[in-house]
Every structure is written in C-alpha cells, then in structure tokens.
C-alpha cells in the first residue's frame, strides 16, 4: 500500500543568491520544494522561537482553527498566542483564511549550515 504524500516544507537560512537561483530553477521547470528562507540564522531564532515553535508544531497538519484552540493546544494565554500568530503571519510562515489561521504543512525540515565567524562577514 502506497503512503501518502506528506506535505513538508524546508526552514532554513539563505542568501539572496541562493533563492535567486532557485527561482530561476524553478522556471525552467525544477521542483524546489516548499520553503521558507531567512537571510542569517539570527533572523531565523528571533522570528521562530521557543514559543512560536510550539505553536507551529502544535499547528502542522491540523488544518485552519480559531487563535483560541491554538493557545489551548499550547496551553498558553490566547492574548500572548494572539500576538506570536501576528508574528508568524507578518513572516509568511502561518496563513491566515476566514477567521483562521493555518500552517500548511504537515513536516517541518530545518536546514542550515554555520561556519567560521569570518564567514558572517561575508
């Protein structure tokens, strides 16, 4: 029995060149996959922390719900959640439909490298 395509999207940290060339690849008709890029890893920790990453947890493959079931889920104080689900939404991470919001995927894929502190330079 064949199993279910799971739809997975890649986190990770990535220049401007890198998602201009996979862009490009793109259309010339190479599958990317999904992904959402941040430029250094610090971008990616400040928008995607602790708290935020339970939520998206709490929310991967659940389908849309009410901010309200979302804090419930993470057992956290709707006001606080309210305000991380603005965050999200503001950094295309989560979407928001009717009332609703929604992280679209059901797999989270974290990738990326760091190097020597001279290369942050860079």
């Given at each position: 029995m064949a199993q279910a395509t799971q739809r997975v999207v890649t986190i990770?940290?990535?220049s401007m060149e890198e998602v201009q060339d996979r862009l490009a690849a793109a259309f010339d008709g190479k599958a990317q996959g999904s992904r959402i890029s941040f430029r250094?890893?610090?971008?990616?920790w400040n928008i995607l922390n602790e708290k935020r990453w339970d939520i998206v947890r709490a929310m991967a493959g659940?389908?849309?719900m009410a901010?309200?079931?979302?804090?419930r889920r993470v057992g956290r104080d709707v006001k606080a959640v309210h305000a991380d689900i603005h965050a999200?939404?503001?950094?295309?991470i989560i979407d928001r439909t009717d009332g609703r919001v929604e992280f679209p995927y059901e797999r989270i894929r974290v990738d990326f490298e760091i190097g020597p502190a001279s290369d942050a330079a860079a």
């Amino acid at each position: 029995m064949a199993q279910a395509t799971q739809r997975v999207v890649t986190i990770g940290v990535a220049s401007m060149e890198e998602v201009q060339d996979r862009l490009a690849a793109a259309f010339d008709g190479k599958a990317q996959g999904s992904r959402i890029s941040f430029r250094t890893p610090q971008l990616l920790w400040n928008i995607l922390n602790e708290k935020r990453w339970d939520i998206v947890r709490a929310m991967a493959g659940q389908g849309p719900m009410a901010i309200r079931e979302v804090a419930r889920r993470v057992g956290r104080d709707v006001k606080a959640v309210h305000a991380d689900i603005h965050a999200l939404i503001n950094a295309g991470i989560i979407d928001r439909t009717d009332g609703r919001v929604e992280f679209p995927y059901e797999r989270i894929r974290v990738d990326f490298e760091i190097g020597p502190a001279s290369d942050a330079a860079a």
